[in-house]
């Protein structure tokens, strides 16, 4: 079981920028599926981007490709989301989620799915 912890959410206005991080320890994240999941208020747990530890594909959502960016460092043993042109639909707990790559069959699965385990999330606001 990895463990993860999410940084980096606030409060931005609508176009701006944040980066989220997600250190993992306990585990190597080379040999995991890792993702960035939200959840808005009233709403279900949803994913949007992910990568694999081992090779770097990635997967995006509809709803945030082309303006979030997933990218890692497997020295760091973090996984970071670059988030640019921010909405206010955006706003959510975001939530990083790791699988291991040999329990799941594809990255797209695995980021459509709910993961087995999860930081303890990360708030971000975007004011209109």
């Known amino acids: 079981q990895v463990q993860l912890v999410e940084s980096g959410g606030g409060l931005v206005q609508t176009g701006g920028s944040l980066t989220l991080s997600c250190a993992a320890s306990?585990?190597?994240?080379?040999?995991?599926?890792i993702g960035w999941f939200r959840q808005a208020p009233g709403k279900e747990r949803e994913g949007g981007a992910c990568i694999s530890g081992s090779d770097g594909r990635v997967y995006y959502s509809d709803s945030v490709r082309d303006r979030f960016t997933i990218s890692k460092d497997n020295a760091k043993n973090t996984v970071y989301l670059q988030m640019n042109n921010l909405r206010p639909e955006d706003t959510a707990i975001y939530y990083c989620g790791a699988q291991n790559r040999g329990s799941v069959l594809t990255l797209r699965s695995f980021c459509v799915g709910l993961p087995d385990d999860w930081g303890q999330g990360t708030q971000v606001t975007v004011s209109s």
């Open positions: 306990g585990a190597y994240l080379g040999y995991y599926f």
